[in-house]
């Protein structure tokens, strides 16, 4: 048996939905004329309630389209230090907007108001980077799946509304996030300038993000993904697998989190285990006394066929999906116990 929790980007298309995606209709998404992508970008607009929506290839490119929109060169973004747009998209915010990033040093990715108030350069101050945008990243991918608490992002909004700032969130932890706090769509539509949403991550589309925001901003964000060269052709029949994992695979990505939370408990009975971040959703990141016994687990479960990530810094990883069955969760909970070293 192989078992892979490296993330839950390595789910692949079940059979069901590729035979839903094999029977859509499709048209010239560059000309605005593939009723499946259309199709998608009204539901998910509607299902936030807000205006517009547009199909991404990644997440990425949803990410810096946005930041774009919002910035002009020169301007400054306001984001944790642990965020994805500053760490893992490869320069992106000052190679596509030329904009720099005030980072604050949060609690697991997650930044509060007064935090942000402190950084946001006066706008009359000429010296400095004019603050253009504050970014919220929920789930918080490096901070180990971290939700925010609703309440907290309300805060976030007055402080940004005083100071007329856009508000981006990067929601690729999304759906996760909304099942873990029980809270829905339009409760963030209402809140957030734009946010990206991701399906291929939990949801186990095979490709696709998707940006949402007022009309005007997805005007200019489809001039944008021009530009990024994110325009794509007849991807009707991957905005079909994004709107069959909504409607299918959402709700059930609670078993993630169950097996998830059963991961954690195990891990916490292990003497060498010295340290989980508490697990809020998919994802479990736990640090293992020393190295040399990092090393010795790590060869371990690679012998038996667990495949996992090293973070750096001593931070190992599991990412629970919709492919990580029960026979594995078993199998993987049984060789944990029998360790001992
Ligand atoms: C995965 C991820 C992205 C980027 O998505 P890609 O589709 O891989 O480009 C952005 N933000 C967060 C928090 C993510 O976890």
Redesign the pocket.
Same mark, same amino acid.
């Given at each position: 048996m192989e078992v892979n929790l490296i993330s839950d980007?390595v789910t692949r298309p079940t059979q069901e939905m590729l035979d839903f995606m094999m029977h859509v209709n499709v048209g010239d998404d560059v000309f605005k004329e593939d009723p499946s992508v259309n199709a998608l970008e009204s539901k998910v607009a509607d299902l936030f309630g807000m205006e517009a929506a547009l199909f991404f290839? =990644?997440?990425?490119?949803?990410?810096q389209t946005a930041i774009k929109i919002h910035t002009q060169p020169g301007q400054q973004l306001i984001c944790d230090h642990y965020?994805?747009?500053f760490n893992?998209?490869g320069g992106g915010v000052s190679f596509n907007s030329g904009v720099s990033c005030a980072l604050i040093e949060g609690e697991r990715g997650r930044i509060t108001a007064d935090q942000i108030e402190k950084r946001i350069n006066p706008s009359d101050f000429y010296h400095s980077p004019k603050t253009a945008l504050v970014a919220l990243?929920n789930?918080?991918?490096k901070g180990g799946g971290a939700c925010y608490d609703i309440g907290q992002i309300k805060k976030i909004k007055e402080l940004c509304d005083i100071h007329q700032l856009p508000l981006h969130r990067?929601?690729?932890?999304i759906w996760n996030a909304m099942l873990a706090t029980n809270t829905s769509p339009d409760e963030y539509g209402a809140l957030f300038d734009t946010i990206?949403i991701?399906f =291929?991550?939990g949801l186990g589309a095979p490709i696709g993000?998707a940006l949402l925001g007022s009309k005007k901003a997805m005007d200019d964000a489809l001039r944008v993904r021009k530009m990024l060269g994110g325009g794509m052709r007849q991807a009707g029949y991957l905005a079909a697998a994004a709107s069959f994992a909504i409607d299918n695979h959402w709700k059930s990505m609670e078993n993630d989190h169950r097996k998830a939370k059963e991961l954690e408990k195990t891990l916490s009975n292990l003497p060498f285990v010295n340290y989980i971040a508490p697990v809020d959703t998919n994802i479990v990141i736990f640090e293992i006394e020393n190295q040399m016994k990092e090393n010795h687990f790590f060869d371990t479960l690679h012998d038996l066929n667990i495949l996992f990530i090293r973070m750096g810094s001593g931070k190992l990883r599991f990412v629970t999906h919709l492919d990580y069955t029960d026979i594995q969760h078993k199998y993987v909970i049984n060789e944990l116990m029998k360790l001992n070293f």
């Open positions: 980007t290839p =990644s997440g990425t490119m949803a990410n965020a994805h747009i893992y998209e990243e789930t918080t991918n990067d929601g690729a932890g990206s991701c =291929s991550k993000s």
